[in-house]
């Protein structure tokens, strides 16, 4: 499960729709929320102080008009927007179609490729010295910042599984096989080896495996 997904569950109705509020005016104030939400001052804080505990708001300085004390500013994180509709898969799986149906999907291929290599050389440092089991779960911490929720299991001596969990670039995968080919090619780098894959997300398996019969 996303982080995503269990902040959306975790959400309550008035927390759902301080964030909405958020969202529309790009800032607001505790006064300003506790009239929209029509609950009262501290609860207001309450439900601030847990949004922020969770990474979803965060103060943006203080609003200087009015009399009194300025009233402090809260904003959205980009962890919070990203809770909100998003139209990216679907518009990219319709670039790659189109890139495609005009004959140049080399330029799907070249621009994985690219955005490999900005990473191969820090992710090389990573696993630099490192061997067998070890380099493994290094790997798979790597490609789980990636947004792949990568483990590692043991099969049987001699043997482990690389096992990729999350499809980051599901919608993507519908239309090229491209980004398979860049993460076997991206996997295989920082091993320094040859893997097999056994299972596949887009076939209707659980998880994209890789076996690795050096490892263990």
Known sequence: MTQDVQRTRRLGTSQWKILEHIKRHGYSTVPELSEVVDLNIETVRSHLRDLDGGGLV???GRRPDGPGRPEILYRLT????????????EL??????????????????????????????ECQARVEGLEGTERLEEVARILSEE??????RSNRPGQSTL??????????????TAPCQAEVSFI??????????VSYIPSGDASCRYVLTSAG
């Open 92 to 121: 990219l799986q319709e670039l790659v179609e189109y890139l495609e149906r005009s004959g140049q999907p080399e330029l799907v291929r070249d621009f994985l490729q690219e955005r490999m290599e900005a990473r191969r050389a």
């Open 78 to 89: 980009t962890a919070a927007h990203a809770l909100f509709p998003s139209q990216d898969g």
């Open 147 to 152: 947004g792949f929720m990568a483990e590692v």
């Open 188 to 197: 295989q780098d920082l091993l320094g080896e040859e893997v097999s894959r």
């Open 163 to 176: 096992r990729l969990c999350h499809c980051p670039m599901r919608k993507l995968v519908d239309v090229t």
């Open 58 to 60: 965060e103060r943006a």
